[in-house]
């Protein structure tokens, strides 16, 4: 199948009105090794009144108010309490890497590994107790491996989109060329009664080497900034001003694999309607400059459905993630 192509959408303004750094109002936990920021913000959903944040590279879901950005940090389950991965520390490579998460309809939250290597094949779902349970996906990312309309040269699942009764998951194209097999964008279809139903076996340890079926995959050209590849690297239903509507986060990261980190040209953020028709514009600050940041997650505010929320990778350990408030307009 053919890509679509996303064009540049001229009615489409997208404007960062203004970042905040998240740190946690604590500071930092030794004891539960937490640093005193939010690190690699990857993904962000409403969750109760806060929005919840999840990490790359560090193991907690943030809570976060996004006035002032003032987070709690509710630590997941870790062999022997470690809870910060990076190259620095040389365990990079066991980092769980959730890159997206969203709310249930039941209230539960549901982060999503990115499935690059085995031990990040991986859901977390925390319900109302705030205590975060790991559940072996690994079905799940078997099927999408095995589609390489989906996955391409290397699986890198870094959104998901609860539509009504499906999610939508978004594989991210930045990853290397593999036996002649390029890296792709794309998006596949999961019926949400059949995933909470898988879900529900799996968590009770009755797993079996059967995921769900995929549906309408479908592969994206999403174009380029500066030069460099646009990736997909979120997702959310749009607000109500526009049914059927989906957003997406895409990054221009020069990076040469789905493991290693590249320079970041910037940010765009996009739609795909209900009759398939795809559009995006760059990220820009209210001067209209270029906002050069890996943007990573978003989510729309439950009262103003032009603005979004979106949190910020900046791929630096000693920096906390941040929030922005992004104006979103469209005719």
């Known amino acids: 199948m053919p890509p679509r192509t996303s064009r540049l959408a001229s009615d489409l303004r997208i404007t960062v009105e203004r970042t905040i750094p998240l740190w946690y109002r604590d500071g930092a936990a030794p004891a539960l090794d937490r640093p005193a920021f939010v690190r690699a913000g990857s993904g962000v959903t409403w969750w109760g009144g806060r929005l919840a944040v999840v990490q790359d590279d560090t193991a907690f879901v943030a809570l976060v108010d996004p006035v002032t950005g003032i987070a709690e940090g509710v630590p997941m389950p870790m062999p022997g309490g470690v809870r910060q991965f990076g190259a620095d520390r040389g365990n990079k490579r066991d980092k ?5 998460v969203l709310t249930l309809p039941d209230g539960r939250l549901l982060a999503f590994g990115s499935g690059s290597t085995e031990s990040r094949e991986r859901l977390l779902v925390m319900g109302a107790d705030r205590l975060p349970r790991w559940i072996n996906a690994a079905p799940l990312y078997r099927a999408l491996r095995a589609e390489p309309a989906f996955a391409g040269s290397e699986l890198n699942v870094e959104g998901a989109a609860l ?3 499906r999610v939508r998951l978004f594989q991210r194209g ?4 593999v036996d002649g097999v390029d890296a792709v964008n794309a998006t596949v279809d999961l019926s949400l009664t059949v995933f909470l139903a898988m879900i529900d076996q799996w968590s009770s340890g009755r797993s079996t080497d059967v995921g769900p079926a995929l549906q309408a995959i479908t592969p994206y050209s999403l174009g380029t900034l500066e030069g460099v590849a646009l ?7 749009w607000s109500a001003s526009h049914p059927g509507r989906v957003a997406w986060l895409a990054a221009a990261e020069d990076s040469p694999d789905t493991y290693r980190d590249g320079a970041c040209a910037g940010s765009a953020l996009g739609f795909i309607d209900p009759d398939g028709a795809v559009g995006y514009q760059t990220l820009r600050t209210a001067d209209g400059a270029l906002f050069r940041a890996k943007a990573e997650g978003i989510v729309f505010d439950r009262e103003d459905p032009t603005l979004a929320w979106v949190v910020l990778d900046l791929d ?3 920096r906390p993630s941040e929030l922005c408030a992004v104006r979103v307009l469209s005719a």
């Open 96 to 100: 769980p890497d959730l890159e997206a």
């Open 174 to 177: 930045n990853g290397a060329v």
């Open 163 to 165: 539509l009504g009764d």
């Open 231 to 237: 990736s997909f690297t979120d997702a959310t239903a």
């Open 316 to 318: 630096d350990s000693t």
